[in-house]
């Protein structure tokens, strides 16, 4: 593993389904950042972790969960996948969650929901 | 509110120099980045600026102004290679990260 991996690469999924998106990073970074990004819209952070333990809301949170139970691992779920979720999503990290810590992005996950 | 503001899109010729302006109001400010992403990518970083002036890496250029609430980003030299959107992002009060919907550049020969 070099980076951050996502899995999967792309789903489609039915409404009403549960689904994890699983990332990964082998940097040691503590901080990672679940974000979706839609055409015309810039990235939008769902939900965040400065360190491991520890998790926070971001700007679009509602019907997304994540945990934080290793420096490694920073799943998203998706506890009753809508429509409306159909998006990419990217797993990113960084050093710390502090000034001037560049972001590192994972490849994306291509999730549709129908 | 928070918002970034960037045009949608831009067009260069080939060997060119374009800037791509950014303006951001953002409760807080600690900096702000600059990303490349090519189509079906992920960002990859170009620059940050957390005080005023010209930050200069390479062919690309990044400037701030922190009393104007202003960046740019300049790419000089342009090569086909640079066709991509360009990710403005400014750093607010909580250290997060206020994204602009980026800007598109198509290079043209």
């Known amino acids: 593993i070099a980076g951050i991996t996502q899995a999967p690469t792309s789903q489609i999924l039915a409404a009403g389904r549960r689904m994890t998106l699983r990332c990964t990073q082998d940097m040691r970074h503590n901080a990672m950042y679940w974000y979706r990004q839609d055409l015309g819209l810039g990235l939008r952070l769902i939900h965040y972790?400065?360190?491991?333990?520890?998790?926070g809301k971001g700007e679009v949170p509602d019907g997304y969960s994540v945990s934080r139970a290793n420096t490694d691992d920073f799943p998203l779920t998706l506890a009753s996948a809508v429509p409306s979720q159909t998006s990419v999503y990217f797993c990113?990290?960084?050093?710390?969650?502090?000034?001037?810590?560049?972001?590192?992005f994972g490849p994306g996950t291509r999730l549709t929901v129908l | 509110g928070q918002n970034i503001d960037q045009p949608t899109e831009m067009t260069a010729t080939e060997g060119a120099i374009v800037q791509i302006n950014c303006t951001y109001q953002t409760s807080g400010f600690n900096g702000l980045f600059w990303y490349q992403q090519h189509a079906g990518e992920a960002p990859t970083f170009l620059s940050y600026?957390?005080l005023d002036g010209l930050e200069e890496k390479g062919r690309f250029s990044s400037f701030l102004s922190r009393s104007k609430g202003y960046s740019y980003l300049l790419l000089k030299e342009l090569q086909m290679k640079d066709s991509a959107s360009y990710l403005c992002?400014?750093?607010?009060?909580?250290?997060?990260?206020?994204w602009g919907a980026g800007t598109k550049l198509i290079i043209k020969p």
């Open positions: 972790s400065n360190t491991a333990g520890t998790t």
């Open positions: 600026n957390v």
């Open positions: 992002a400014a750093t607010d009060s909580n250290y997060q990260l206020i």
């Open positions: 990113a990290s960084s050093e710390g969650g502090g000034v001037g810590n560049e972001q590192f």
